[in-house]
């Protein structure tokens, strides 16, 4: 009976059983050369999602840029064009209430000034601001409030927040930043209209301390919660909910010393009427972090956590792993970390210290780097790099409503090669069941929660013309994301052959999109 279920599961992977329902249920197409930009795709959740590229084409001396739209159905409901200024490069974007926001820089220089393009997607009316800069300001994160944005960044190395009013024209910095040896972790938009800002103080080295505040869309501090951490304990990472649940959390990852590896995950629920611990758990006592490791090392691994519990140890157990996103359910939250051998130049500490590169050193094309920004912070752990990363290991921890683990799940990602640390895995949380899934060239690979149970499946991209095969599929620039409810979308570049035409004809390039659902 072992045997049997052992060969199952192998052929789960290789063969693409299909033991519970996913279905691509559309695919958009667009030509596309090998001299094209490639898209930045952002979504718009069930307004569908929206496609920008530079087209590098030229009128009156300025450059078009396109912006399409398209539905849930993945078919185009509008396109056009924009001329924009040749100085003027994409920087970030964001989308709300029904507003695609569009951040572009003039030239390269920190201290150049900003310009923001607001597109209506239901009347395709175009904004245009202005955001001067008064100094010069290294920007990392960006995000839109309700008719205001958001940048957040570093002056002279201390952390900064500057709010441009787009009904008046006007740009204010927030106070109660500048602050030496200081990170800013997080800078998150809220559902209530309001923003979080994570900040890890650094300048007491007796005391550090994790601290939380929230702001109204004027800049008007809400709400402030200050949180000391041991000494022995260091945090790298962390990201905030936004206020779907009555709850605030904060999550990341943390490690022992000075190590620039992670040795687990912390959760904290805000409170500043009273001072709160931070909840350390250690990779070790995850049930499927370490799934990406031999059983025997696991297995060692998980013993030595139980140990240095039993003796109020610090685990010795360390790895890169950076969390991604952070997701509020009804009961409790979703946190998604994965797990990467870096380069061996590559810095985890992407601000703190030498606090760059800012946004502008990232170019749109050739890889997306606006993909693993579900929060408009793009670039917190996005650095181009020589050499390619590897993602290993993708790993989903269930919180309940008081940010204690309550299950988890681990997927391994096959060491696929990244040129930046980039969100390589998506999730669905959906009706109380779980889809984790990875895109691996021609090919989805899934993990989904049944019960107790789990499944895995492996499903193949379907075509819409059933003479054409798949030529070559693009290794960069290939997503999967999580778009609305059980709805994921893939997006990618490939390669196709008519197999009615001679060997010697030449394929057609597409830029494609799939919509999967999980049932």
């Known amino acids: 009976m072992m045997l049997k279920r052992l060969f199952l599961l192998i052929s789960i992977w290789f ?26 795709v952002i979504s718009l959740q069930q307004e569908g999602l929206a496609l920008i590229r530079d087209k590098d084409k030229f009128k009156e001396g300025k450059k078009l840029w396109e912006v399409i739209r398209i539905d849930t159905t993945l078919h185009e409901v509008w396109m056009q064009e924009m001329e924009i200024e040749n100085r003027l490069r994409l920087v970030g974007y964001d989308y ?26 239901q009347t395709q009316v175009v904004g245009r601001y202005s955001i001067k800069q008064e100094i010069t300001f290294k920007i990392t994160h960006f995000s839109a409030l309700d008719k205001v944005a958001v940048l957040g960044g570093y ?95 904060v999550a990341g990852t943390w490690t022992v010393g000075n190590s620039k590896q992670a040795s687990g995950i912390f959760t904290t629920l805000i409170d500043p009427f009273s001072q709160q611990a931070l909840n350390f758990i250690d990779f070790g006592r995850l049930n499927h972090f370490l799934d990406y490791l031999s059983p025997k090392r696991a297995s060692k691994i998980k013993s030595r956590s139980v140990e240095a519990a039993r003796t109020g140890t610090k685990p010795d157990f360390k790895t890169y792993a950076v969390p991604m996103r952070l997701e509020e359910q ?22 703190y210290g030498n606090f760059g590169p800012p946004m502008y050193a990232y170019s749109p094309y050739g890889y997306n780097p606006f993909m693993n920004r579900y929060y408009n912070s793009p670039y917190q752990y996005n650095q181009p790099v020589p050499a390619d990363s590897k993602m290993l290991h993708t790993s989903l921890t269930i919180l309940d409503a008081g940010g204690k683990p309550r299950r988890d799940f681990g997927l391994k990602l096959g060491e696929l090669k990244t040129s930046s640390l980039e969100q390589t895995s998506d999730f669905i949380f959906y009706k109380n069941e779980v889809a984790l899934a990875f895109k ?17 499946d492996t ?51 597409v830029f494609y999109i799939h919509k999967v659902e999980i049932r």
């Open 15 to 40: 063969c693409s059983v299909k033991l519970f329902s996913q279905v691509q249920t559309a695919r958009f197409e667009r030509e596309h050369k090998n001299s094209d930009n490639d898209y930045v």
């Open 96 to 121: 709300r209430d029904n507003q695609i926001y569009l951040l572009f820089r003039e030239g390269d220089h920190e201290a150049s000034n900003l310009t923001l393009f607001t597109i209506h997607t």
């Open 155 to 249: 002056v002279s190395n201390e952390p900064a927040i500057l709010l441009h009013d787009l009904h008046a024209e006007k740009t204010k910095l927030v106070p109660g930043f500048f602050v030496s040896n200081a990170e800013l972790l997080d800078l998150r938009v809220n559902t209530n209209n309001t923003f979080n800002a994570l900040i890890m103080d650094r300048s007491n080295k007796q005391q550090k301390k994790l601290i939380l505040k929230t702001f109204d869309a004027t800049g008007a501090l809400l709400l402030e919660d200050e949180m000391e951490i041991e000494n022995d304990y260091t945090i790298l990472s962390g990201i905030t909910s936004t206020l779907i649940n009555d709850e605030l959390l």
């Open 330 to 351: 009804a009961g409790g939250f979703c946190l998604l970390v994965e797990v990467y051998q870096p380069a061996t130049n590559f810095s985890p500490y992407p601000y």
């Open 440 to 456: 691996k060239e021609k090919e989805i690979r899934l993990l989904k929660s049944l019960g107790d149970e789990v499944e895995l």
């Open 459 to 509: 499903v193949a991209t379907q075509l819409n013309n059933p003479t054409e095969t798949i030529r070559h599929e693009s290794t960069t620039a290939s997503y999967i994301r999580n778009w609305y409810k059980n709805v994921f979308y893939v997006s990618g570049y490939q390669t196709l052959r008519d197999t009615t035409k001679g060997a010697l004809e030449a394929g057609r390039q």
